[in-house]
């Protein structure tokens, strides 16, 4: 395995990371724990979850998968998002920052978390509260390093500079959607990254389900697929004709080199040089057993000029960022 520096502190993590959002859910308990085995013992170190992921079972699944391996696990789990109809049950206020990283830590059965991310950015509560919250974090040991997801470019860059001004405990990486038919991030957030050195662990690389090539333009969604659910994340970022039609012309690529588009998908995530891990999300174990074997799918030169001619790089499917005064340094090989 190819263990990365996860940016420029020094844990180091798997390419890989097990995504879990489905466990305690979708996926039954035995299940889960099966894959998170299985993942270990392949060498992935890195496990994400989240407090919101099935209302907390996913965390509690996850503390029962690593019980007794603890030490084999680089873990992250995320705080901010609703977890209840109060008007302090979510947001990154100390108040409830602070609840919900006991309430995780109790749910996982372990006294401290390597990684505690920001799930969502919040624009009620100061961006200092939050940090010294974090911060307070740190210091205590119950965390290890912290990290934001879904923050815009500006958003990071608000945050280092107040970690620096105030000596406090730094974003140490990013958690982005990025993909294929997502690559928006390639503009400014991944040259903020790679100069401050921000490691970023990027979400969703096959688009909900889209790069499998599953779905097609103008036909029913598959039976049982996450568009068919009215699943409300895939309809905000990812229901795109114009994704369908990026995905077919992929397969029919991936068709020709003799690979299956979800590995490809995968691979074309890892092959950029300021990504640090990429997550995936396996709802059973042949999903797992599919996604893992990206990592032996080589992206050639050929392979990034193609998907540059169908998603241009800066772009996604349907709009593009086309103003030339913004230079597109999000991929380098």
Known sequence: MDYRNLGACGVKVSPLCLGTMMFGGPTDESESIQIMHRALDDGINFFDTADMYSAGKSEEVVGKAIAGRRDEVVLATKGGQPMGTGPNDRGASRYHLMNALDASLKRLAVDHVDIYYVHVPDYDTPIEETLRALDDMVRSGRVRHIACSNFRAWKLSEALWASDILNLSSFVCVQPLYNIVNRDIEVELFPLCEAHGIGVVSYSP??????????????????????????????????????????????????????????????????????????????????????????????????????????????HTGKGFQDSAYPITGRGR
């Open 206 to 315: 096959l688009a909900r389900g889209i790069l499998t090539g599953k779905y097609r333009p103008g036909e029913p969604f598959p039976e049982g697929s996450r568009a068919s659910r009215n699943d409300k994340r895939m309809q905000q970022a990812e229901l795109r004709e114009e994704s369908f039609v990026a995905a077919q012309e992929i397969t029919g690529h991936c068709e020709r080199k003799g690979v299956a588009p979800s590995q490809f998908a995968l691979s074309w995530c890892l092959a950029n040089p300021i990504l640090t891990s990429i997550i995936i999300g396996p709802r059973t174990m042949d999903q797992y057993t599919d996604n893992f074997a990206s990592l032996e799918v080589e992206i050639t030169d050929e392979d990034e000029a193609f998907i540059d001619s169908i998603v241009p790089p800066g772009c």
